[in-house]
């Protein structure tokens, strides 16, 4: 169940100018796919996959989380020094490894100075592939203007134009959309016009009350520009 565990540790000042250790975050990230092999009489191997339920995911989580929270609060462990730390738990759930979009938090809860943990709260958190059936049914106003702007980047070129993107999502309203166009280019001017132009749609196509990136990158995979619009401010580009 468990994939990986991630440590963040903040520090605080003191009156002395010193830094100590004021809190810890943990984060446990949880496959949502459990992968197996089986190996024959023959040895030959045969590679099986089994979809974990989300219910089952959260309860495990969770129970890390205490076990996680009982070794760094055990008096063995650095003598004890973890126990007068708060420490928050962040549960985080992967995407199957084949999934075009990142895995996302689904709750997260804290633990105070010398003390359990006392109750989780939900994250409302979801990542959609832009364009896909999942958004044009979810999600049908960021859909709609998403193939707008993607029929105006491709009325740019002559030759066919991927553009692909990427929303998160946090308790159903969209907070970011991450995306990429990539293009078979004839020089640098034509990176500069495309970039240009892909900044004036994302204006011209998109509510200005979330953050929006942009990169235009090569077939080789380099990112030849980039365009950040954060809300209700003017587009940053840059051309590498």
Do not use: C
Request: hydrophobic share 35%; proline share 4%.
């Amino acid at each position: 169940m468990l994939s990986h565990i991630l440590e963040h540790n903040y520090l605080v000042s003191n009156s002395n100018g010193q830094f100590n250790l004021g809190g810890i975050v943990i984060g446990l990230s949880l496959n949502s796919v459990y992968n197996f092999r089986v190996e024959t009489d023959e040895g030959l191997y045969h590679f099986y996959e089994t979809e974990i339920p989300d219910d089952v995911i959260e309860r495990e989580g969770q129970e890390l989380a205490e076990r996680v929270l009982e070794r760094l609060r055990s008096d063995s462990f650095e003598d004890g020094a973890f126990k007068d730390i708060p420490i928050v738990f962040a549960l985080f759930q992967e995407e199957p490894r084949d999934s075009a979009i990142p895995g996302r938090f689904i709750a997260t809860t804290k633990a105070d100075p010398n003390s359990g943990i006392d109750r989780w709260q939900r994250i409302n958190e979801m990542y959609y592939l832009f364009p896909s059936r999942e958004v044009s049914t979810d999600v049908r106003s960021e859909a709609d203007q998403f193939q707008r702007f993607s029929d105006d980047i491709q009325g740019f070129f002559d030759t066919y134009v991927g553009v692909v993107g990427t929303g998160r999502y946090l308790d159903n309203q969209i907070q970011e959309l991450t995306i990429e166009v990539p293009i078979q280019y004839q020089g640098k001017a034509e990176i500069v016009a495309l970039t240009q132009f892909a900044a004036s749609q994302i204006q011209n196509h998109f509510n200005n009350s979330y953050k929006i990136s942009l990169e235009v990158t090569s077939i080789s995979g380099n990112v030849e520009s980039v365009v950040i619009v954060n809300p209700n401010e003017e587009p940053v580009i840059h051309i590498f």
